[in-house]
Nanobody
Framework: VQLVESGGGMVQPGGSLKLSCAASGFSFDVYDMEWVRQAPGKGPEWVSAISGSGAVTYYADSVKGRFTISRDNAKKTLYLQMDSLKPQDTGLYFC?????????????????WGQGTQVTVSS
């Protein structure tokens, strides 16, 4: 099983980034998927989740209206489009497959977990 995130980088406030997470080794299309981030010196923060079909999405209040989660099951890839970025969005962003395949915001129990991609928002 492998989850590989990419697309992070440094961007100015107000800018955009699109993260990708390539999955392999498990039944991606039946798993809800989540994005979680961790800022330096802080605990993990749940960001967003999407159902296996992609029909249902969930967002933390801190990113609602600015971030968009999506997935392409044919490509086994999860995405996070991040717009209107703020300095407080800075952190290491992970994609994760929740335990048992069902997303549970703020539960932080995962079957699969990537290595993360760094996002830095700074002027």
């Amino acid at each position: 099983v492998q989850l590989v995130e990419s697309g992070g980088g440094m961007v100015q406030p107000g800018g955009s980034l699109k993260l990708s997470c390539a999955a392999s080794g498990f039944s991606f299309d039946v798993y809800d998927m989540e994005w979680v981030r961790q800022a330096p010196g802080k605990g993990p923060e749940w960001v967003s989740a999407i159902s296996g079909s992609g029909a249902v999405t969930y967002y933390a209040d801190s990113v609602k209206g600015r971030f968009t989660i999506s997935r392409d099951n044919a490509k086994k890839t999860l995405y996070l489009q991040m717009d209107s970025l703020k300095p407080q969005d800075t952190g290491l962003y992970f994609c994760a497959g929740p335990k048992g395949g069902t997303a549970r915001p703020d539960n932080f129990e995962y079957d699969y977990w990537g290595q993360g991609t760094q996002v830095t928002v700074s002027s």
